[in-house]
């Protein structure tokens, strides 16, 4: 990565962490697109019933994101920039037809 890539991946990551986000949304594509595809993000991952919570995580785990449960509804995925790319190009429709939302967490913060 270039030093002119670093103010863009640190930029990206104040504008939208913490921030819940629509799995096609442009947002996302951008985060995505401000990293390098081999760094591992996480995102809190947030499931309005629990029909789609238990529809994403084969979903998830196929794609190669590791899943933890954090609450009812709310899962924390970790994988590569270029596994999440691959998953939301393929998934993103159907993520937001399931009203499934992704917040951005700050490298460290995968806790939450």
Known sequence: M????EPDEANMVCATVN?????GSTTIQAY????RPDRAL???IS??????GHWLEPVFAKAGVSLRRSA??????T???QTW????VKQAERLDAQSISLSPLRPGNASR
């Open 2 to 5: 270039s030093a002119i890539d």
């Open 19 to 23: 921030a819940p986000h629509g799995a």
């Open 32 to 35: 995505l697109a401000a990293h």
């Open 42 to 44: 996480a995102f809190k």
């Open 47 to 52: 499931a309005p019933s629990a029909e789609a």
């Open 72 to 77: 009812d509804g709310c899962f924390v995925g």
């Open 79 to 81: 994988a590569t920039g």
């Open 85 to 88: 790319a691959e998953l939301l």
